[in-house]
């Protein structure tokens, strides 16, 4: 089934207070759900809320920037500070210009694949590893409506080494440590005829970004 392109309009609702003094607000892809609600629950971070744009807008990163600039103007009055849990995810440097823009900071890095492993790690590896594919925990969970659906490899299979066929490696980039993950990815390592390679980032940047954030005093 082909993915219907999302509404700039249309955020994922999460229950967010009408107000509330000293509550930061992290508007995030919807890919890192999983793993903020984490980070909250394990560090007790109960005075920042999250709001989640589709996760499916990486299909159309050009939407990104609008789809923050509509949450931010929705949510603005309501909280002290926000912060956007998104990296520049393909949108070519115009979320970082949205965002100074609106002036509200955002998580650095190129995409969640760099923020996890580490900016400074991920780029030391660059040179090495530029026949990667990474998968996250999320797109393992979601290989197939993000990745093998969306690229037609479901009804045209053979569209498989145009695609991938200057790939040599699936790089599972494992948040949480859990066997049914990494069956899974190494089946869609399999899927795509890549060697497989799992490796724990666990939250990195994503952690510290995070952290900082929830310490720092109110911007206003």
């Not at 903020?36 to 629950?41: E, G, M, V």
């Not at 971070?45 to 103007?73: G, Y």
């Not at 115009?94 to 900016?119: D, R, T, W």
């Not at 795509?192 to 952290?211: E, H, I, P, Q, S």
Request: negative net charge; hydrophobic residues 45%; aromatic residues 10%.
């Amino acid at each position: 089934m082909a993915l219907t392109p999302p509404d700039d309009a249309t955020l994922a609702t999460a229950g967010l207070p009408a107000t509330g003094s000293g509550r930061i607000l992290l508007i995030a892809c919807g890919a890192l759900a999983h793993e903020i609600l984490a980070l909250k629950r394990l560090n007790g971070w109960t005075h920042l809320d999250l709001q989640c744009l589709p996760a499916n807008l990486h299909l159309w990163p050009d939407r990104i920037p609008a789809a923050v600039e509509q949450a931010v103007a929705s949510h603005r009055a309501a909280y002290d500070d926000i912060f956007i849990v998104y990296a520049d995810c393909g949108t070519g440097g115009l979320l970082q210009a949205k965002c100074a823009e609106l002036g509200v900071q955002m998580i650095e890095g190129p995409h969640c694949y760099s923020f996890f492993e580490g900016n400074a790690a991920f780029a030391a590896k660059a040179d090495d590893e530029f026949t990667a594919f990474y998968l996250t925990d999320f797109l393992v969970r979601q290989f197939d409506a993000f990745v093998w659906r969306p690229m037609g490899l479901d009804r045209h299979p053979e569209l498989r080494d145009m695609y991938f066929g200057n790939y040599t490696t699936l790089i599972y980039q494992a948040q949480i440590n859990d066997a049914a993950l990494n069956a899974k990815a190494e089946d869609c390592a399999r899927r795509l005829n890549l060697a497989y390679v799992r490796r724990f980032t666990g939250y990195g940047d994503l952690a510290t970004a995070l952290t900082q954030v929830a310490a720092a005093p109110a911007a206003h």
